[in-house]
């Protein structure tokens, strides 16, 4: 008889298998579970190679799965000053004036709109602190950036430009360029002439990332971008990757024929604990940058405009990767975005069940909600997004929705309750990638979503588990302990269904194994 690998006794296992709910043991062989039960049904797999990891009552889940984040290209994201914390102008101007330069450039990521206390972005308002210094600050979305003049006349920008999407090179009513840039195409470039971190530099973050990943428990990720596959073919070959990575590439508007065919000729491409599966669509960009696809416009007029100029050539595109066997996911954050993509996937018939997906929801009228199980088109949400409101509605978000679409926030337990597959994630680098966090934000969503109860603690495990392996097409081999299925394994000290949301948001990671090995564990 083989033997196992790796052995976890001593365990409280909660196994997501309807078979089999509970045991205390687990054995793993060539990365896939072997046997689950007690430890009597397990002791014919222990061998003079075999690890055996005690776990002594702690608490083990199927693999967490973060089922949206950018873990390659937020290395690019989140370089320079980290301006999360910054929550006034003053705030921002302090942190720039003492912001280390980046090869001559004042680099800063993860700015909240928030910051500039309703005022239009604008680069006059910090470009006094610079000393001279180019910048290029990322907002918290990734859909917009802050560029001062001389990152401006850098990249060559003296006025408005043309894209195929939906993006813009703000200027004021008297044509001065604000240095607000919106949507991927005016930010690339800037993104192309500021300083990128070396292949070194961004190799060694790359595994420092997955590590740090890992050890809050997270074995996979949902990566809604192309990533670098050059990068993450040669630290695959080279180590394990912490954490299972699956691809989807972007398609963006104007993709011709010979796009598509590329992006269907990507699918399957991988190597250990990673895969090109899907493809990444936008249909609107964010509420914040008024650029999310509204049904009515917001307060400066602005959301009624789709990502993609013509709506209609997303259809297209769609139903092409959909003919070729390739899953796709739709960034759809406003209403009309949404109900865009819903009728899409309607309109494929039987066959489109359970093949696509949208991301965010952010907000989402009575009606749309049941379209979701109807249609077979899994939600992806990010609970964390929501700490970026306010309860009050005096945040930028809010404000510019109004009250009415702003009690629709990130309505969560309504979708689950409508019967739909709701999978969950952080979006790093847009909000962490803890994913306890991701849990505990759930059950307890803040801001304007507060209002509104979250989900259970057994529906938000599944949102991380089962459901995010439904949302992959990965049913049959994620998700759950079983035999058969992925060692794709998450120990915690606390139960997370049982455990209170705040115990569960700090609770002490003993063990991650993905892909059968261990890639944390608990010091």
């Known amino acids: ?26 054995a793993v062989r060539d990365g896939i579970v072997v046997a689950v039960g007690e430890e009597a049904d397990v002791r014919d797999w222990r061998g003079p190679g075999t690890r055996v990891v005690p776990l002594g009552g702690g608490h083990l889940v199927p693999g967490l799965v973060d089922a949206h984040s950018h873990p390659v290209w937020g290395l690019d994201m989140a370089t320079g000053t980290d301006l999360s914390r910054v929550t006034d102008l003053a705030g921002l101007r302090a942190a720039l004036a003492s912001a280390e330069r980046v090869d001559g450039w004042v680099l800063g990521h993860g700015l ?17 602190v610079l000393a001279g210094s180019p910048a290029f600050l990322r907002l918290y979305d990734g859909h917009s950036a802050l560029a001062d003049g001389k990152a401006l006349a850098a990249a060559g920008v003296s006025g408005p430009r043309h894209f195929a999407q939906r993006s813009e090179v703000v200027c004021d009513a008297d044509g001065r360029l604000t240095g607000h840039l919106v949507e991927h195409a005016a930010m690339d470039l800037v993104a192309a002439v500021a300083p990128r971190p070396s292949p070194a530099t961004r190799r060694a973050r790359l595994l ?6 890992a050890a809050t428990g997270l074995t996979g990720a949902h990566v809604m971008d192309a990533g670098d596959p050059d990068l993450v073919t040669s630290v695959a070959e080279e180590t394990v990757l912490p954490v299972r990575l699956r691809f989807a590439p972007w398609c963006m508007p104007g993709a011709d024929a010979a796009d598509l065919a590329e992006l269907i000729e990507a699918q399957g491409r991988g190597g250990r604990h990673w895969l090109v599966g899907g493809v990444k669509f936008f249909m609107d960009g964010t509420v914040e940058g008024g650029t999310a696809w509204l049904e009515r416009a917001d307060c400066h007029g602005r959301g009624t405009d789709a990502f993609w100029p013509d709506p209609d050539g997303y259809g297209t595109a769609v139903r092409t990767l959909h003919a070729a066997g390739v899953r796709t996911a739709t960034h759809a954050i406003g209403d009309a975005a949404v109900r865009h993509v819903l009728a899409t996937v309607a309109a494929l018939g039987p066959g489109g069940r359970g093949r696509h997906r949208i991301e965010h929801i952010e907000t989402a009228p009575d009606d749309l909600l049941p379209r979701f199980a109807e249609v077979g088109v899994a939600a992806s949400m990010q609970p964390p997004h929501t700490a970026y409101t306010r309860a009050d509605g005096s945040d930028e978000w809010s404000r510019r929705l109004g009250t009415d679409r702003a009690a629709h926030a990130w309505r969560l337990r309504d979708l689950r309750d409508a019967g739909a597959t709701l999978a969950l994630g952080s979006d790093w680098p847009i909000a962490h990638h803890d994913v306890r966090a991701v849990l505990a934000t759930a059950r307890a969503p803040r801001g304007a979503a507060a209002r509104r109860p979250g989900l259970t603690g057994l529906e938000a495990l599944e949102g991380c588990t089962t459901h995010a392996a439904r949302a992959a097409g990965e049913s049959d081999r994620a998700g759950r302990i079983a035999p058969g299925y992925r060692a794709d394994l998450t120990a915690l000290a606390v139960d997370p269904v049982e455990a209170p949301a705040d115990e569960l948001a700090d609770a002490p990671v003993l063990l991650t194994v993905t892909g059968g090995h261990l890639v944390h564990r608990a010091g």
Request: no cysteine; net charge negative; hydrophobic share 45%.
């Open 1 to 26: 008889m083989p033997t196992a690998d790796l052995i976890v006794t001593g365990a409280r296992v909660r196994t997501l298998e309807p078979a089999r709910p509970s045991a205390t043991a687990v």
């Open 208 to 213: 420092e990332l997955l590590s740090a990943m």
């Open 112 to 128: 909240d709109h928030n910051a500039f206390g309703g005022r239009p972005v604008d680069r006059a308002l910090v470009e006094d």
